[in-house]
């Protein structure tokens, strides 16, 4: 079976951004991880600092939203 987690962002001038991740979980079959995004992009690296998403739109960081719809 397919494992699909949801992530959604928002920039602050409302744009919003959405991580799609898809894992195969199945014993027994290769281990697979496939990570799409929807309306925002990779920042570029930063010393110290994990993952971090710009707006596509604008260029803004995106910031963790708690639903879709935030």
Do not use: I
């Amino acid at each position: 079976m397919t494992m699909r987690t949801y992530r959604y962002f928002v920039c602050p001038k409302g744009h919003r951004g959405e991580e799609r991740t898809s894992e195969n979980d199945q014993p027994f079959s290769k281990n697979w991880e496939h990570v799409t995004l929807t309306g925002m992009k990779e920042a570029p690296p930063n010393s110290g600092e994990g993952e971090r998403f710009v707006c596509e739109q604008c260029g803004a960081e995106m910031l963790p939203a708690m639903s879709a719809r935030d």
